[in-house]
């Protein structure tokens, strides 16, 4: 029988190599669903309403006959909030403005410096004019995740936020409507697919351009995605999710091992990993794993995630797994240990630092505030959660004053002169004294 | 004859048709030059050094018989800098210190704050370890470029930043040395093409991998930053230079004419394009065109680009060419007006805004202090310019209190089992008072 999940030892002479297979993932795009979003991005471009109503009749098997009947009208969010029991009603909510009041923290203002010959430099921050959400239909239909994109548009003051979701065989999901409504989303069609990105990306006469597009999707709609990007701005396309946890071995062994499923439940090629320098307890979470597994409804999912992906590692102090930390670049980072801050001051590469014994991930997946969207597949080494700053852009501000001009111009002709650039040179000049 | 330059009027019931054809830019990537690009990557990734130094001893015919001879010594930006002339040293000193006086006020510290019943959240933002900078060789090699891409890094707390360029039959642009020097950068390698963004990208025994590649180059070098994207971050990939002009018709025409030149003498694609409600203005404008062009060392490139992407536009008013503004989101604004700043507050999308008469765009490019990295092809729509911030990332904190834990952990486990992850919810549950 196969291990459960692998062990291993950062002492060892493979170490090394054997984390690099761990962390091994096949990111390659499939051409042939490459090639079908091409074609349906481009169909909708030309085709507009048309095709797009084509494809989600479809693939989506609605019987809708124009994309006005595929808009979902403000009346039925609100009503499907209404209709949450109140627990269920209670938690969007309390989510919501806890995710609300973390991101009022990332707004960034305007600002601007006024130098002694007059000149004023500064940055003007402006909020993007119209966003597209995408929210996956069927399974995959997460309510948590319409906050998390949403909240952050509406945070950075973005007026108009459209959702797109499919809606296969016309059944719409009662609680990404009432999470919408919760979020201050503007507009939601249920389309979706390529067709949905291509008709955010472009318009439709019925259908408004968008300026972004965010929101998880499948194969077709992250193909889609990459296509799009630069007629308009895209997300992060988001590999398998992850957590590292570092533990000294004072969480109880079961805390750790559930934290460990709540990642591997996902999907089955989610990853996650324990580091701690006390192997007998690498034991005691290994039987806490045998034990809870054949509890859990998605017990299949977690099995095969944990065997392929997963790995308890024996390393020789906190320090050392910081460092491993660092090179893993993790999107989710829980340090279940003493003086989690300390730690957690080493870490200069992850999406989300969980501090502490009392921050399981799914905390952070749902209500502390913070988003969930985060850099996987060890691009934390180079991007952040998503935040409001993804929904703000900033316009510098260059405002020469006469005598500015007269200092500025010297230096920027000499050297437009030096790259041999005569009407740079020229402009700067003219602005010269006589 | 052709006409030296479009002219359109707002208010002829064609205009918003003519308008979109004349910012209709092709930007459709050529097949072969991405499977060449891909083809030098996959290579770079399997053979390291040994394919990196062929492609280099091919492309750039330099003798170097291994990697570590094209490494450029630090002694020799150091000698490129001492052998400059003073008045172009001085230059080049007094715009590294404008850029970096500047910059220094985007960059972003960790923050956090503590809730009622001790539960911690907050942002801890960290520059990366190592960035790649691209320099393009031969005449396109620009040392406000080098100052442009490597301060923000250097400002943002990069450790290190490795410069590329290549040096076509071994030589060696002095002035890209010497302003190398000047903005700090770390390392430099006379490597160029596809081949060094794979290098960069995925490391060889010789060069080291970076986070994240920076700065322009041709159609290959674009091609492989698009498809190592993900491996590493990289910057926008940027389109032809525009400028859009604002004016009331009360700047000297020359003036105007030359910024129309600065623009258009990048590059044949190159936009410039001038909004005025005084058509006698834009008679004047067109006038000085036709008198100045002649004298200009590149009036071919900018004949053509004027002839073929510019335009003087009349509008009905200042509040009219702000809204076509706001529509071309473009790369440079002048708002060249009394009272510009009034102007400026009404412009939503515009990668750097340049107000009053004497702010003159090559001062921006060069020495104002704000970034020349700008982005182009209305992408002002959603993105900004580069800065401190494409440096930094973030990483979310979140220490949840042992309270904390007691009052979301409820909210969690029911919007987990909500979302039907029966994990999320257990490991939520863990943490609760029995």
């Known amino acids: 029988m196969a291990a459960l999940i692998q062990r291993l030892d950062a002492r060892d002479a493979g170490f090394r190599d054997a984390l690099t297979r761990l962390l091994a993932f096949d990111a390659s795009q499939d051409e042939s669903i490459d090639r079908a979003a091409a074609g349906i991005l481009a169909d909708v471009r030309q085709r507009g309403d048309a095709a797009l109503l084509e494809y989600t009749q479809r693939y989506d098997r609605v019987q809708a006959t124009s994309i006005d009947a595929l808009e979902i009208p403000r009346a039925d969010w609100e009503a499907a909030l209404a209709a949450l029991p109140a627990h269920q009603r209670n938690a969007l909510e309390a989510a919501a403005d806890r995710v609300r009041s973390y ?3 990332q707004r960034a203002e305007s600002w ?3 130098e002694a010959d007059g000149t004023v430099l500064g940055q003007q921050i402006t909020p993007l004019d119209r966003v597209g959400l995408y929210v996956p239909g069927g399974k995959a239909a997460y309510p948590s995740s319409v906050l998390m994109n949403a909240i952050p548009a509406k945070v950075a003051g973005v007026p108009e936020v459209i959702m797109v979701t499919p809606t296969p065989d016309g059944v719409r999901n ?26 955010l990306a472009y318009g439709t006469a019925t259908l408004p351009a968008v300026d972004k597009i965010v929101g998880p999707g499948n194969a077709y709609v992250a193909a889609a995605k990459r296509r799009v990007f630069g007629t308009v701005g895209i997300d992060m396309i988001a590999g398998p999710s992850e957590i590292l946890i570092i533990c000294d071995g004072k969480t109880p062994a079961d805390w750790i091992a559930m934290d460990l499923f709540s990642q591997a439940e996902h999907d089955e090629l989610a990853q996650a990993i324990l580091l701690c320098p006390d192997a007998a307890y690498l034991d005691e979470v290994e039987a806490a794993i045998a034990r809870l597994l054949p509890t859990m409804p998605r017990a299949d999912i977690i099995r095969k995630s944990l065997a392929d992906r997963g790995a308890l590692i024996l390393v020789a102090s906190i320090d050392e797994a910081c460092e491993i930390a660092n090179h893993i670049a993790p999107e989710h980072l829980e340090i279940s240990t003493e003086d989690a801050v300390t730690v957690a001051a080493r870490i200069r590469h992850a999406g989300a630092i969980f501090l502490g014994r ?5 905390l ?19 991007s952040s959660p998503l935040g409001v700053y993804d929904f703000q852009k900033r316009s510098s501000l260059i405002q020469v004053s006469h005598a500015g001009a007269q200092t500025l111009g010297r230096i920027a002709a000499d050297l437009a002169h030096g790259e041999g650039l005569q009407a740079h040179a020229a402009s700067a000049e003219y602005r010269l004294d006589k």
């Open 358 to 362: 009392y921050s399981s991930e799914s």
């Open 112 to 114: 601007s410096y006024t």
């Open 103 to 105: 991101h009022v923290h």
């Open 174 to 199: 009662p609680i990404v409507l009432a999470a919408a409504a919760i979020a201050g989303v503007d507009r939601a069609f249920a389309v979706g697919g390529a067709q949905a990105v291509g008709a």
């Open 364 to 382: 952070g997946d749902y209500c502390a505030g913070p988003n969930h969207v985060l850099p996987t597949s060890r691009t934390a080494r180079f």
